[in-house]
C-alpha cells in the first residue's frame, strides 16, 4: 500500500504564493510520474503540471510561467509553488503518483486534497 500526505494549502489574496507538497510512501518500487490536479466547485478535475523520471514537466496552459513543479526523489516528494495566484486557481488540489510496485506492477494513488483558496 501507498500513503501520500499532502500539505500547504490555505487562504492566500490574489498576487499572492502558495507551496504545496506531496509525500509518498510505502510498498514503492519506482515513481514513474507524479503530478498535480485540481477541482473547482462544480467543474471537473483537471491536470495543473506533471513531472516524470527525467524530470520533465508539463503544464496547464492556464497556469504557465506562475507554477513550478518539482520532485525530491530521495524522499518520494513533489511540490507545486505556485505564484501570482488569482481567484480563479481557487480549488482543491490533489496529488496524484503513478508508481511500479515491489511486485512490478503499475499502480495509481492520489493524496487526500488541499484546498487553495485565493481572495482578497
Known amino acids: 500500500q501507498v500513503q501520500l500526505v499532502e500539505s500547504g494549502g490555505g487562504l492566500v489574496q490574489p498576487g499572492g504564493s502558495l507551496r504545496l507538497s506531496c509525500a509518498a510512501s510505502g510498498s514503492i518500487f519506482r515513481i514513474n510520474r507524479m503530478g498535480w490536479y485540481r477541482q473547482a466547485p462544480g467543474k471537473q478535475r483537471e491536470l495543473v503540471a506533471g513531472i516524470v523520471s527525467d524530470d520533465s514537466t508539463n503544464y496547464s496552459d492556464s497556469v504557465k510561467g506562475r507554477f513550478t513543479i518539482s520532485r525530491d526523489n530521495a524522499k518520494n516528494t513533489v511540490f507545486l509553488q505556485m505564484n501570482s495566484l488569482k481567484p480563479e486557481d481557487t480549488a482543491v488540489y490533489y496529488c496524484?503518483?503513478?508508481?511500479?510496485?515491489?511486485?512490478?506492477?503499475?499502480?495509481?494513488?492520489w493524496g487526500q486534497g488541499t484546498q487553495v483558496t485565493v481572495s482578497s
Open positions: 496524484n503518483v503513478q508508481i511500479l510496485t515491489m511486485r512490478l506492477t503499475r499502480a495509481d494513488y
